[in-house]
């Protein structure tokens, strides 16, 4: 099989075959190239119907060797790669804007259960594209804390003042029987419960000690002594004076500073009772009078009279004055006085006397009006018969 020239290139060989249509033709005009290890490609056939033959021309073309496998594709530069125990991830994204390549790789690291590290945006295969980078690490556990120092022991605490320490090993498993025991021993002491612990001495799980620390608390100071009176007695109006009596009660002392300030014209504004020296049948009496002390209380207003005038006919009118801060008892007066001249008070009155204790009486009586109450009297008598 020559070229001769009808074959395109240099190298092909011209063959030929013959068979009964063209399709068989073409098969065994590549069964020819093949015996010489070649490729066939079919340049004519010629198909004799009449005769049931045809016949094909064909080139034999050298095999091509098929292409080498592709290289592999070169490492990343050494500022791509991630650190050693750190993950690595990459995309490319039709997207001009490299911020969305470190939202990608935020979420990225965290749907791996881990946080960002660092990330990189550079050129895809076109303007459009971005290729994303990223290398992410396991998210650090926080350290655990470290564990509490173990309490300091009860005896080397139990110091400030008032703080007894005590300890005692009881046969028994139960703590409760420690907390009772310090109780007990704290409250014998008259002190309370400040601290307290129960352990388990060596190996035995049948004895359990007990430590006790009791804080019997210091008495409170006594209370300031209030100044004495003399010291006190310097306001406007105010008068000291003092006496010693023979007695044991201190209201005998309140009665001598009441007469006292009153003969002053004045109130009781502060007394004090005390024991002079050792005896117990004396009394020193303090007393503070004010001139200027309104009473602790206003005396009650006078009733309101049934007339200001007693000059009725039958009318007779009478006044006293009594040791008295009340004004009921100028009522009980007029009533007792009225009563002994045979009438009934018609209208009593009181007013304030020569000092704050005491009490000017106005009454008025009328005879007349005590025949009409004897008569009212009689006729109710007469009618609850």
């Known amino acids: 099989m020559v070229n001769e020239l009808k ?3 240099r190298e092909d060989s011209y063959s030929w075959a013959r068979d009964t249509d063209c399709r068989s033709c073409a098969n065994k005009c590549a069964s020819n190239c093949k015996s010489l290890n070649k490729g066939a490609r079919q340049l004519d056939c010629t ?5 049931k033959t045809a016949i094909c021309d064909c080139c034999c073309t050298p095999l091509t060797p098929p292409p ?14 991630c650190q050693p125990g750190e993950m690595y991830s990459e995309i490319t994204n039709p997207t001009t804007e490299c911020t969305w390549c470190k939202d990608w790789c935020k979420n990225d ?3 791996q259960e881990g946080e960002m590290v660092s990330n990189k945006c550079s050129l895809g295969p076109s303007m459009y594209f971005r290729t994303c980078k990223c290398c992410c690490q396991e998210k650090s556990k926080p350290s655990p804390p470290p564990p509490p120092p173990p309490p300091a022991p009860i005896k080397d605490t139990c110091v400030k003042p008032g703080d007894k320490y005590s300890e005692s090993t009881y046969a028994t498993s139960n703590c409760n029987d420690c907390d009772n ?8 002491q008259g002190a309370e419960v400040a601290d307290k612990k129960c352990s388990v001495p060596g190996q035995s799980s049948w004895l359990r000690r007990c430590e006790c620390c009791c804080n019997k608390p210091s008495p409170p100071p006594p209370p300031s002594p209030p100044a ?9 109006g105010d ?16 009665n001598w500073c009441k007469n006292d300030c009153s003969k002053q014209g004045a109130e009781v504004a502060d007394k004090k009772c005390s024991v002079p020296g050792q005896s117990s049948w004396l009394r020193r009496c303090e007393c503070c009078c004010n001139k200027n002390v309104k009473p602790s209380s206003p005396p009650p207003s006078p009733p309101t009279p049934s007339r ?3 000059d009725k006919p039958g009318d007779i009118s009478t006044e006293t004055t009594i040791i008295s801060s009340d004004c009921n008892n100028c009522k009980t007066w007029c009533e007792d006085d009225c009563s002994e001249l045979g009438g009934v008070v018609v209208s009593n009155k009181c007013s304030i006397g020569e000092s704050t204790f005491a009490r000017r009486c106005k009454c008025c009586c009328n005879e007349n009006s005590m025949l009409k109450l004897n008569t009212v009297k009689d006729l109710a008598r007469l009618n609850a018969h």
């Open 7 to 9: 074959c395109p290139r």
């Open 47 to 51: 198909d004799y119907a009449i005769i």
């Open 68 to 81: 080498p496998p592709p290289p592999p594709p070169p490492p990343p530069p050494t500022e791509d790669k």
């Open 109 to 111: 690291c965290s749907e």
């Open 181 to 188: 025991w310090c109780k007990n021993d704290c409250s014998k």
């Open 228 to 236: 004495p009176i003399k010291d006190a007695c310097v306001k406007p």
């Open 239 to 254: 008068s000291y004076t003092e006496t010693t009596y023979a007695t044991s009660n201190c209201n005998d002392c309140d």
């Open 308 to 310: 200001d005038t007693c």
